[in-house]
């Protein structure tokens, strides 16, 4: 059965920081891109960084560049969003992505096949 599995989120002040965990199964994980998105109550689901299968490759929307950090453990089976110097804007249910062939649509919702069930950030001012 594949699956992922967020954990990490919390409750937070501005300025602090979390690490998302999120653990795969079921898949060839190093085959995988992986990504986080995240979805604050109103919008829509939006992309926050990635991880090309290929290694070597991350990208990251510009509203958290520099401050979170994706990586990923092959061996674990496991991606990571190290988020520091968090906002409350960065409050939302953050959803680790898996895409087998996402191609250029790394940054879209529908390059991805594979989703977890999110969990919830969320920063207080």
């Known amino acids: 059965q594949v699956q992922l599995v967020e954990s990490g989120g919390g409750l937070v002040q501005a300025g602090g920081s979390l690490r998302l965990s999120c653990a795969a199964s079921g898949l060839t994980f190093s085959s995988y891109t992986m990504a986080w998105f995240r979805q604050a109550p109103g919008k829509e689901r939006e992309f926050v960084a990635a991880?090309?299968?290929?290694?070597?490759?991350?990208y990251y929307a510009d509203s958290v560049k520099g401050r979170f950090t994706i990586s990923r453990d092959n061996a674990q089976n496991t991606v990571y969003l190290q988020m520091n110097s968090l906002k409350p804007e960065d409050t939302a249910v953050y959803y680790c992505a898996a895409g087998g062939r996402v191609g250029a649509f790394y940054t879209r919702v529908i390059g991805y096949d594979i989703w977890g069930q999110g969990t919830q950030v969320s920063v207080s001012s």
């Open positions: 991880d090309r299968w290929n290694g070597g490759s991350t």
